[in-house]
């Protein structure tokens, strides 16, 4: 595991660091516990009210300590139907988070021994962790600049594939991405790259006072009639690339992240899965000052988009 020594030392969470606190898949277990249900009490469906709860020794589960109707804390988590040891799952989490160009299967395959198709869907669900559709962008200035991802002449900018016709232009899947300067980024698949289309995603993320920058591509002609946006441009295709403040470089750098990443680690990525990845990316970038303390916030998204409280059947469901 490639962990960049240049992390300052509070903010590193090394493999030892890792071993250490996870030592088991009981420690791993425990850690659950107290992360989905704080100083391990949780509602028992049996009682109708919230109970203490205990570790049932040599099983997953902790009872009520009432009733003694069993709980799992992996039910309704990304963990619940695996197979897989809760301890390779945060493994997965750890190297996910503390890489900054992602992560292939292929890698936690050679260093585990799990299967190809394990590993990817392992990180396929914790992927599926990291969403933050809702994400509002609150710094004032905010770059946006959509991108092309994919296709035969991938991850070109738009202005390489401009002349581009037929089929590698279709098979390119356009981008739109939104940063706060110094801040953080929202990156979404939009299905076009047309006004109507991508002012409502601005529009849903970016807020009416903000000064936004783009660059002098024909989409944003309209924004400043149809959005309450100060509105500053860049003349790329005039070869001008930064006039005082007002350039589209941030944005520009997380898409050569972005780009670099899918083209080095993840090879191909197909349409379906890139909203994915952009969450993966966005996910890092908007926590990079905590050096690799990312992993905590990967682990709290267990928890916080975990499904509903298990139910009785859930709890039959449960492995012996
Ligand atoms: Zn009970």
Redesign the pocket.
Known sequence: MNVKQTIPKHLRFTVEDFNNRFPDDAACLDELMRLRFPNGISY????E?D?KRYRIEGRPVYS??????QVSPMAGTIFEKSTTSLRLWFYAMYLMASTRCGISAKQIQRETGVTYKTAWRMFKQIRSLLSEPDLQLEGLSVEIDEAYIGGKNKNKHRSKIRDMRGRDADAKVPVLGMVERGGRVVARVTPSVKAETVYPIIREHVLPESVVFTDDYCVYDRLTESTPYTHRRIRHSEKVYVMGDVHTQTIEGFWSLVKRGLTGVYHNVGKHYLQTYLDEYSFRYNRRHKGNLIFNDVFEKVSEKAVARPSSKDRQMQPE
């Open positions: 028992c469906e049996k009682c009210k109970r009520c300590g009432y009733c003694g109707t």
